[in-house]
């Protein structure tokens, strides 16, 4: 029987994003494509839980809530607490840089408990589920951009009591960072990894801007390498969904979401956000309308992030825009919280995908489905990834100053054109694994992975 290896991703990892999921099981799929691993990862939960395998902590154990609250628009109770602490911090920034170098009291007060449960095997009742990051073999740390030096305290006090190697993999930086003083609480601990890959070119320029002495390389985003769910699972989860017989003929997939690229920097005409918004909605809605009404095509929008918050809900967003579709009865929503991978196999059954979620184009690379990326040319991520990784520039449609008949023109265009997208994807999928191989490689020599 294979060991069973297991690895901490240090950061906050929300899972009911669908494209975080994807990378830190994609960290596991490529490193142990056998799936002989755990991992373990911080989400925003009361109390610890093992599903899936996934170890999941409460991110409150080790991060105080203030310091990963983001500034947003809304008069919510939820929006005003977040934007003002979220102002807060950065006040500190301004005013008084050096505070980044205090760690915080809930992190240590859990690394302390942490230490009593190694020692004397004692358990407060209220950190039940700690004393499974004993198991831990490895840190491997930098997924997407969540990366900052509050999770560096992290691996930096979790060392204190678990002396673990650490790795970098998937990282995406800002492209300045606030203070030299976070560059300095981040070098520290960064400086140690055994193996350092990037996710863009702009990451590694910030990496070799900062961290002179860190060798970092660019190597395609782990959520490349996750494998999706097999196609009996996928078919059987369709059937018991009243689903499986839309794919009797071609079925058009869409992610949608109105995340900050989207609804501060696209429909630039509008004068205020909510026009923005309404403008995005109406914009995507005819697209599909078009496919609708031209081919004879039935139509999926897909959950790829359910939160946090509402803000972050697709079928939300997906349901304001199929208000908003000429006769949407070909047009289905699907609500359920799936798992990254089934997602993934459902993306691998469509003809095509129309995406604003940048992980579900990773997963319709992998798969070879070919797709209409709408972004914002603010999106690093647009570039770095989907233009330049997977050299799909022709497939990008920028909303930031729309024309609807110009996107419908690039849509019919890749829709005709399919089955030789399909085919480019598969080669460049190819590539990409072969990159995989590379990094697995490295990183066990690294970590001094021995596989029985």
């Not at 609804?263 to 609708?292: D, I, T, W």
């Not at 946090?308 to 825009?321: H, S």
């Not at 449609?397 to 419908?408: G, K, T």
Request: glycine fraction near 6%; proline fraction near 5%; charged fraction near 25%.
């Amino acid at each position: 029987m294979n060991k069973i290896y297991h690895f901490l991703v240090p950061e906050l990892v929300p899972l009911e994003n669908k494209g975080e999921e994807a990378i830190v099981r994609g960290i596991g799929d490529v490193i142990f494509p056998d799936g002989n691993y755990e991992i373990h990862l911080f989400d925003e939960v009361e109390q610890y839980r093992f599903v899936n395998g996934i170890h999941v902590y409460p991110v409150k154990w080790f991060i105080s809530p203030w310091l990963n609250r983001e500034f947003g628009f809304g008069i919510t109770s939820e929006k005003i607490r977040d934007s003002t602490q979220s102002l807060i911090r950065n006040g500190l920034h301004l005013i008084y840089p050096g505070w980044v170098k205090f760690k915080d009291n809930t992190l240590l007060k859990t690394v302390f408990d942490l230490k009593k449960i190694k020692v004397n095997a004692e358990l407060d009742s209220k950190y039940s589920g700690l004393e499974n990051l004993l198991k831990l073999d490895y840190i491997i740390a930098g997924h997407d951009g969540a990366m900052d030096e509050r999770v560096c305290h992290v691996i930096e006090e979790i060392n204190r009591i678990i002396p673990l190697p650490l790795g970098i993999f998937g990282i995406e930086f800002p492209l300045k960072f606030k203070s030299k003083h976070i560059v300095s609480e981040q070098y520290r601990v960064l400086r140690e990894a055994k193996f350092f890959f990037c996710r863009t070119n702009a990451s590694k320029k910030v990496v070799d801007e900062n961290f002179p002495s860190v060798k970092s390389t660019v190597r395609p985003d782990p959520a490349f390498g996750m494998k999706p769910a097999s196609s009996s699972d996928v078919d059987n989860y369709l059937q018991s969904k009243g689903l499986l017989s839309l794919f009797e003929k071609p079925v058009i997939l869409c992610t949608t979401c109105e995340t900050g690229p989207i609804s501060r920097f696209c429909f630039a005409n509008e004068a205020s956000p909510g026009q923005r918004l309404y403008a995005h909605r109406k914009f995507y809605a005819k697209l599909v309308s078009h496919m609708l009404s031209k081919y004879d095509v039935n139509v999926l929008f897909l959950p790829h992030a359910l939160g946090p918050g509402q803000a972050l809900d697709d079928t939300y967003v997906a349901a304001e825009v199929i208000k908003l579709i000429d006769k949407p009865n070909n047009v289905h929503l699907l609500h359920d919280d799936i798992s990254a991978k089934l997602l993934k196999a459902i993306i691998a059954k469509g003809s095509f995908l129309i995406a604003e979620r940048i992980h579900s184009m990773i997963g319709a690379v992998g798969v070879g489905t070919p797709f209409l990326c709408l972004g914002s040319s603010t999106d690093r991520r647009v570039e770095g990834i989907i233009s330049e990784m997977v050299g799909a520039k022709d497939s990008i449609y920028y909303m930031n100053n729309p024309d609807i008949s110009e996107a419908i023109e690039k849509l019919d265009c890749l829709w005709g054109n399919r089955s030789l997208e399909e085919k480019r994807l598969n080669e460049v999928f190819s590539e990409i694994v072969t990159a995989h191989a590379l990094v697995a490689t490295e990183i066990k020599e690294k970590l001094g992975v021995t596989e029985r």
